[in-house]
């Protein structure tokens, strides 16, 4: 898919909206605030999904009909039509039939959803951040894998598959993702879903062209893989990475970067040269090795600029993106995972609208944060998302001047919304044994 800078609104869409109606026009202008509507046009011209006759739903509106179902979790979709304005006409408080909704959304398709999430992240995730956004000057990311439910259909388990265990399927079908996200900001860099009899590495394959240079990702251990590293390293200009090893790793030290640091060499298994003869029998990496036995594997080649410590402390950073998917789940979807969708096209429609919701919500707490001079993870996303809501649900009933100003208010009374500074852990995380009922006998109180 080829992406093109944003455009200019063209006179033709302008002049079917003032043919509608004036009501309509403002109306579309009030999200315009949001999300400028010139992507939205160039999503659909790119993926040639613009409506050319006249609809009371036409697609720049199905677009903000799909990102509403984000917003309004739990209300039908004819009534997120409503409470959004997105009917047009001069009789525009009359809702459309609710399949009205349903078939323009088959319309629509997934393609123009997802063009528009790319160029939402090329546009907000590539601002400047400050020094305390950075490590050393690298941009940090992080990447990790999510799972949504669909509906269970017979459609849905054909196409996306789902858990399986000795008592056979699992009570969904479900969708395995795989994100790209801005450790400061929790913005969604990128994102690559499908069926989850898919694996998270097969997935992340797709997210290399979305990493910028001078970066650093955090991946956890099930992304050790030294044709997946080694490509992600070499994409780009200064594309770090770093990762917790496994316990069963096997290296050789080639020399030593000082206590408990170390230059390695790694095998490949013959599987993996199998299925990538271009690599190498071995390859290398900096090992990092902790006092309390837990160790690190890094790209990071320089012990000077990357200290060993400082390497090892910025791992946990990538917590935050756990936070990320906590947030899209219950601060969003209300704890509930079952997406709304029937069919498969629509459940990847519906994700990228989720995707492109979270990311609209962020992008507003990021300028909010950056008024008040405070990172933006200080700010409480369930609360922020509220307001955010609330605003929308005035909207309808406001002129469109008043909304950008109901927003700049929202701004100006964000402090109720700070959250006190994050507090230092007192004990490190931890797996422990799961309680029991009964003592465990040891072999010798069995005899």
């Avoid at 001078?214 to 044709?227: G, P």
């Avoid at 160790?295 to 000077?304: E, G, I, K, Q």
């Avoid at 994700?351 to 008024?371: K, S, V």
């Avoid at 995380?429 to 109180?445: L, M």
């Amino acid at each position: 898919m080829v992406f093109h800078e944003p455009l200019a609104l063209t006179t033709t869409l302008q002049a079917q909206l003032d043919a509608v109606g004036e009501l309509s026009a403002e109306a579309f202008d009030r999200f315009s605030q949001l999300i400028p509507a010139a992507w939205i046009e160039q999503a659909l011209q790119a993926t040639g999904t613009a409506s050319l006759r006249r609809r009371r739903l036409p697609a720049e509106r199905l677009i903000w009909l799909v990102i509403g179902l984000a917003l309004f979790r739990n209300e039908p979709i004819w009534h997120i039509v409503r409470q959004l304005g997105l009917a047009l006409g001069t009789e525009a408080q009359v809702v459309p039939v609710p399949s009205a909704a349903a078939q323009g959304r088959q319309r629509l398709g997934e393609a123009p959803l997802a063009h528009l999430f790319d160029q939402i992240s090329r546009a907000w995730c590539t601002t400047p951040l400050p020094a305390a956004g950075r490590f050393q000057g690298l941009r940090l990311l992080a990447v990790d894998g999510v799972v949504w439910s669909t509906p269970d259909t017979a459609g849905h388990r054909e196409v996306f598959g789902g858990g399986r265990s000795q008592h056979g399927d699992g009570s969904w079908p479900q969708v395995r993702a795989v994100c790209l996200m801005e450790v400061h900001t929790h913005l969604i860099r990128a994102a690559a879903f499908g069926a989850y009899t898919t694996g998270e590495l097969s997935y992340a394959q797709n997210l290399m062209a979305a990493a910028p240079d001078e970066s650093l990702t955090i991946f956890d251990r099930a992304y050790y893989s030294a044709a997946f590293l080694l490509a992600w390293q070499r994409a780009g200009k200064q594309r770090h990475w770093l990762m917790r090893a496994k316990s069963s790793l096997r290296y050789e030290v080639l020399h030593p970067l000082g206590e408990g640091d170390a230059w390695v060499r790694l095998p490949v298994s013959p599987q993996a040269r199998r299925q990538h003869p271009e690599l190498p029998a071995f390859w290398e990496a900096r090992l990092i090795v902790c006092s309390s036995g837990r160790r690190y594997l890094t790209s990071l080649a320089d012990p000077a600029r990357y200290p060993a410590e400082q390497v090892a402390t910025c791992y946990r950073e990538r917590w935050e993106i756990e936070l990320g998917f906590r947030d899209i789940k219950q601060g969003m979807q209300a704890n509930d995972t079952v997406l709304r969708s029937k069919r498969p096209e629509l459940v990847r429609q519906e994700i990228w609208g989720l995707l492109i919701a979270y990311n609209l919500l962020r992008w507003e707490m990021h300028q909010t944060a950056d008024a008040l001079g405070v990172p933006p993870a200080r700010l409480s996303f369930q609360g922020f998302t509220r307001a955010i809501v609330a605003e929308l649900r005035h909207a309808p009933l406001e002129t469109p001047g008043a909304f950008p100003k109901r927003l700049a208010r929202l701004r100006q009374q964000a402090r109720v919304y700070l959250l006190p500074p994050r507090r230092r852990r007192s004990c490190p995380r931890e797996v422990k044994r799961r309680p029991h009922k009964y003592p465990t006998k040891n072999a010798s109180q069995l005899n």
